[in-house]
């Protein structure tokens, strides 16, 4: 399955117009490796073009439309070794929360350590509600409930 991409501007992360950061976007790079190309590609290679070509793509490029890039909750992974998934209704997890794990140190993503701290934290958050939840079904108030609604 192909996916469909776009190339926006990301002024959420930008630092002038957000340009590197949309290009680093598309790519699935990190941010700082694009703008350190692009900042050594204006004093070694052709500055001027280079200056030419970012402003044309701050004025050509969209701005990235909110919620675009968001994943869909999911208790699989899409590829093996490529991220992971959960769906939560934790308040502190709301919306989409897909954890990358990079292989290599241009690609963007969390570091292994980081991700599995991430992970680690969501799964204690969870078994937490669970005992919570278990609590109450195992309490005299939950079987008071039960009988009352049942009159």
Known sequence: MKVQRTLYRDTEHARIAGVCAGIANY?????????ILVV??????AGPFVL?????????????PLGEGEVTQTLYSSAPGKGWRNASSDPQNTGSHKVE?????????????QALHDIAKR????????????TYVTSREFELNR?????
């Open 147 to 151: 009988e009352i609604s049942r009159l």
């Open 27 to 35: 790519f699935g790079l990190e941010t700082w490796l694009v703008r």
């Open 123 to 134: 799964f204690n958050a969870a078994e937490q509600r669970l005992r919570k939840m278990e």
């Open 101 to 113: 794990v990079k292989t290599k140190v241009w690609q963007a993503g969390e570091p292994p350590r």
């Open 52 to 64: 030419v070509a970012y402003v044309a793509a701050w004025f050509i490029l969209d701005k990235k």
């Open 40 to 45: 050594t590609g204006f004093f070694l290679l």
